[in-house]
């Protein structure tokens, strides 16, 4: 078959709301045109992100009872400690709350004014921490990773002749780190090889830059490598995860990915000067060592939740359902990055709305009637998120890939749910010549795409632009 059954049953069920068509157009115009505003119960789908969404196991629920929230050298930190050293290998485990507290606290302590740090795509908020620490954010994927159709088994690799590049351009000494972005979310959640990545390595050591892992989605990494990599079909996925990491310092992690738990984080370092420096500041701002801002539990969860994402049929599973529902959108003809990542599919919103320029939000747009078409919610990945001013010039500058994603949760819905989804955007794709674009009424300084309010465009103006 080539859709693998799920290999769980389901023991506790929540319900799922229905809205009408009226109910979900009131919506989104309060929401301010911003999926972020919609209150979950007006929501029928939740594709908005993969991260915190996942359904637990029994396994890891049963965890929650024994946690021990002694507040110094709880019992579920050192197992947690002792399955982030096997799994990942590196010597200094200190946890977050989250994803981005890690790279706040690694940003932090390593980024300063005028400094770049290349990576293949940067998240946002891994952008957004670099920038907040006065560096720059220098995306050095190759170029079949920027091209929506373009066919390539990782198209997450770094490009090394645009690394070096970046390298030679600013000097050494203004490169502190380089990351790796395992699978790359920005660009389509794809795949980094591991050659790719021992490439990376050697080039950095020549010129003695830290390597770290934007690890979120690392499990779905290693199980592409033992799918798509000559050598590695018969490798055991820990042995590629640990291969993986062994080219690099250390990580950042958001457990609330390939952690499959709501919440926490972590980071790691091989650098005992670097961990005392970061936990000096973890105390500061999250918390003690052994907990970091997270309950006993939620520890125990996250230990329990490391193991489980690297079972193999969970893994054939997970990447299964993403490429189903990317497949039944696909034989319709409806524009899709190729070849479906490991977390989400994503509509390409420039071939979809060929008629709404970037300067008009043509991915939120879509977005936004995808949620009034069946109420499903998903997260714009283009202009909103990533464009800019140019500082120099003032003009606006728009990202290459303009994309809506649909994440999946993991383990929580079905291929009834991925059915539906499918027809929801294959009805907007029927009418998409009716769809016109969205202007901005109300924008943060950072990270603008949370809290952004905007509005429709009417047909005059569409007509004058
Ligand atoms: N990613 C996502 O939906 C959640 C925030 S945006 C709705 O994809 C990478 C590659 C991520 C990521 C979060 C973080 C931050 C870092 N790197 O959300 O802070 O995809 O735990 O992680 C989101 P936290």
Same mark, same amino acid.
């Given at each position: 078959m080539d859709y693998p059954m799920e290999p769980f049953k389901i023991k506790v069920v929540e319900a799922i709301p229905r809205t009408t068509r009226e109910e979900r157009r009131a919506a989104i115009e309060k929401s301010g045109y911003n999926l972020f505003n919609i209150p979950a119960e007006k929501v029928t789908i939740d594709l908005l992100?993969?991260?915190?969404?996942?359904?637990?196991?029994?396994?890891?629920?049963a965890g929650l009872m024994v946690g021990d929230e002694s507040y110094a050298g709880s019992r579920n930190y050192y197992r947690f400690e002792e399955t982030v050293r096997e799994i990942f290998g590196y010597p200094h485990v200190i946890p977050a709350h989250q994803g981005r507290v890690a790279e706040n606290l690694l940003f932090s302590t390593m980024v300063k004014e005028g400094d770049s740090v290349p990576n293949n795509i940067h998240f946002d908020t891994t952008r957004a921490n670099i920038?907040?620490?006065?560096?720059?954010?220098?995306?050095?994927?190759?170029?079949?990773?920027?091209?929506?159709?373009?066919?390539?088994?990782? %198209?997450?690799?770094?490009?090394?002749? %645009? *690394?070096?590049?970046?390298?030679?351009?600013?000097?050494r000494e203004r490169v502190p780190l380089c990351l790796l972005t395992i699978t790359n979310n920005s660009g389509g959640g794809q795949p980094v090889s591991l050659e790719n990545i021992r490439a990376t390595r050697a080039l950095l050591d020549r010129y003695g830059i830290p390597l770290y892992f934007d690890a979120c989605r690392?499990? !779905?990494?290693?199980?592409?490598? %033992? =799918?798509?990599?000559?050598?590695?079909?018969?490798?055991?996925?820990?042995?590629?995860?640990?291969?993986?990491?062994?080219?690099?310092?250390?990580?950042?992690?958001?457990? %609330? =990915?390939?952690?499959?738990?709501?919440?926490?984080?972590?980071?790691?370092?091989?650098?005992?000067? *670097?961990?005392? =420096?970061?936990?000096?500041?973890?105390?500061?701002?999250?918390?003690?060592?052994?907990?970091?801002?997270?309950?006993?539990?939620?520890?125990?969860?996250?230990?329990?939740?490391?193991?489980e994402v690297l079972h193999e049929d969970y893994l054939e599973y997970r990447i299964a359902q993403v490429r189903f529902l990317g497949d039944l959108l696909d034989r319709e003809g409806v524009p899709i990055l190729k070849p479906v990542g490991g977390h989400a599919v994503y509509l390409d919103a420039r071939a979809f709305l060929p008629r709404v320029p970037q300067s008009r939000f043509p991915a939120q747009a879509l977005a936004c009637e995808l949620y009034v078409?069946?109420?499903i919610r998903t997260v714009e990945i283009g202009s909103l998120m990533f464009g800019?001013?140019?500082?120099?010039?003032?003009?606006?500058?728009?990202?290459?890939?303009?994309?809506?994603?649909?994440?999946?949760?993991?383990?929580?819905?079905?291929?009834?749910?991925? !059915?539906?989804?499918?027809?929801?955007?294959?009805?907007?794709?029927?009418r998409r010549d009716t769809i016109r674009g969205l202007d901005l009424v109300h924008e943060a300084p950072v990270l603008r795409h949370f809290t952004a309010r905007l509005r429709p465009v009417s047909a005059g103006e569409e007509k004058r632009s």
């Open positions: 992100t993969d991260s915190g969404t996942s359904a637990m196991s029994d396994n890891q629920w920038e907040h620490n006065r560096g720059r954010a220098v995306d050095c994927v190759i170029d079949e990773g920027l091209d929506p159709r373009a066919d390539h088994p990782f %198209k997450g690799n770094m490009d090394l002749g %645009k *690394l070096e590049r970046t390298i030679r351009e600013v000097g690392f499990a !779905e990494n290693c199980y592409f490598i %033992k =799918k798509r990599e000559p050598g590695c079909a018969d490798r055991d996925l820990h042995s590629i995860a640990r291969e993986i990491f062994s080219y690099g310092d250390g990580c950042t992690m958001s457990a %609330k =990915k390939d952690g499959l738990v709501n919440i926490g984080g972590f980071l790691c370092t091989k650098d005992p000067a *670097l961990a005392e =420096k970061i936990t000096n500041l973890l105390i500061l701002v999250e918390g003690f060592p052994t907990y970091g801002g997270l309950a006993g539990r939620d520890l125990e969860a996250i230990a329990r939740g490391l193991r078409e069946g109420g800019h001013k140019d500082p120099k010039t003032g003009k606006d500058v728009y990202p290459e890939l303009e994309m809506v994603r649909l994440a999946i949760p993991r383990r929580v819905y079905t291929t009834a749910h991925m !059915e539906y989804t499918a027809e929801t955007i294959r009805s907007v794709f029927r």
